[in-house]
């Protein structure tokens, strides 16, 4: 809602890939790859923390930096390992931007990672709809979305979406 009246708007829509018995055990096909599970992103203040809900819009010159907090499933292995994570912001013209590298452990027989991270936001970034693309040890594992603005009340981010 906006000034009382419904507005169109794009969210993070949370699709688990893995299915689970009522033991919480993990039943059914294991995952070939990585795959993002669940992601949410904030607008953030100088030091990283969060300083409004998710799916608001960043405010760009307003809101330093962005807060990921990512969660990745990962196929299940006998032995515990380490991964690398590497996150591209992709701005709405396609230039990619390294936002975050990190080596996670992975327990044995794991099949989530989980972690949060922020970044701070280019004085070169443009208004529009960013992408967050990850990777595991330089597989794809999914992509999420922000939407950024100098002026988020008056830019038309559904006109954005309709381009994409």
Do not use: C
């Not at 009382?4 to 689970?20: E, K, S, W």
């Not at 936002?99 to 044995?108: G, Q």
């Not at 967050?132 to 597989?139: I, P, S, W």
């Amino acid at each position: 809602m906006k000034n009382g009246q419904p507005i169109d708007i794009a969210a993070n829509i949370v699709f688990p890939f893995r299915l689970r018995d009522d033991k919480g055990k993990v039943v059914g096909r294991d995952l070939p790859g990585p795959a993002l599970s669940e992601l949410a992103i904030f607008p953030a203040d100088a030091s990283g923390k969060k300083s409004d809900p998710e799916g608001f819009p960043i405010r760009h010159g307003s809101d330093p930096r962005l807060r990921v907090e990512a969660s990745i499933d990962v196929p299940a292995a006998e032995a515990a390992r380490k991964v690398t994570v590497r996150v591209e912001a992709v701005s709405p013209k396609g230039r990619r931007v390294a936002v975050y590298e990190d080596t996670h452990p992975v327990a044995a027989n794991a099949t989530q990672i989980r972690f949060p991270f922020s970044s701070a936001i280019g004085g070169d970034w443009e208004d529009g709809i960013w992408m967050l693309r990850f990777q595991v040890d330089k597989h794809y594992a999914g992509t999420g979305q922000f939407w950024l603005a100098r002026d988020p009340d008056h830019f038309d981010f559904v006109a954005a979406l309709r381009q994409k």
